[in-house]
T-cell receptor, first 114, second 113 residues
Framework: GENVEQHPSTLSVQEGDSAVIKCTYSDSASNYFPWYKQELGKRPQLIIDIRSNVGEKKDQRIAVTLNKTAKHFSLHITETQPEDSAVYFCAASKIGSGSEKLVFGKGMKLTVNP | SAVISQKPSRDICQRGTSLTIQCQVDSQVTMMFWYRQQPGQSLTLIATANQGSEATYESGFVIDKFPISRPNLTFSTLTVSNMSPEDSSIYLC??????????FGPGTRLTVT
């Protein structure tokens, strides 16, 4: 089955810096890659996603890139702010397969220091 | 996105008992899922709740321990049966529609003593 690896497990940056989180997946049939932000004590929140027919997607300060050949995808956060501090999870899925379950990475704790 | 609610939000239960968690969505959705998240850990899928048929369980999870119902397109329940302290965790439902994005409920924090 699918296996999603995520690194680093923790990252600490200064406010205004950029942060990059990287994930790799094992199943070349996976075609949907969402990213979730989870603040302490709250539910995971979908912040951006990318499908395998595109290589990059941006939404304001966040962007996601996908390299299907290498089977990895990354989340980029620019101009980080203290409110970006949270745990970020990547995931992979095979949409349209009849089993749209998400397989999650282990998460990365981002701390943005003011 | 859909509004998702879960009941109860938290509970403390004695070992050997069972707890049923409810997940309600304010609109019809295609898929409903149940996840477990242990403190400081990632999310692990327990099962996919299928409307009108038996749930599809992931490896390591069985129907006798985690029976699931989904009587319609807006509601599902997960029961944690014969609980032990190892079942202490946060249980989350998630839903997805025709665009495949998954959204999570607020979770149920379960403590088994």
């Amino acid at each position: 089955g699918e296996n999603v690896e995520q690194h680093p497990s923790t990252l600490s940056v200064q406010e205004g810096d950029s942060a990059v989180i990287k994930c790799t997946y094992s199943d070349s049939a996976s075609n949907y890659f969402p990213w979730y932000k989870q603040e302490l004590g709250k539910r995971p929140q979908l912040i951006i996603d990318i499908r395998s027919n595109v290589g990059e997607k941006k939404d304001q300060r966040i962007a996601v890139t996908l390299n299907k050949t290498a089977k990895h995808f990354s989340l980029h956060i620019t101009e980080t702010q203290p409110e970006d501090s949270a745990v970020y999870f990547c995931a992979a899925s095979k949409i349209g397969s009849g089993s749209e379950k998400l397989v999650f990475g282990k998460g990365m704790k981002l701390t943005v220091n003011p | 996105s859909a509004v998702i609610s879960q009941k109860p939000s938290r509970d403390i239960c004695q070992r050997g008992t069972s707890l049923t968690i409810q997940c309600q969505v304010d609109s019809q959705v295609t898929m409903m899922f149940w996840y477990r998240q242990q403190p400081g850990q990632s999310l692990t899928l327990i099962a996919t709740a299928n409307q009108g048929s038996e749930a599809t369980y992931e490896s390591g999870f069985v129907i006798d321990k985690f029976p699931i119902s989904r009587p319609n397109l807006t509601f599902s329940t997960l029961t944690v049966s014969n609980m032990s302290p190892e079942d202490s965790s946060i249980y989350l439902c998630s839903v997805s529609g025709q665009t495949y994005e998954q959204y999570f409920g607020p979770g149920t924090r379960l403590t088994v003593t």
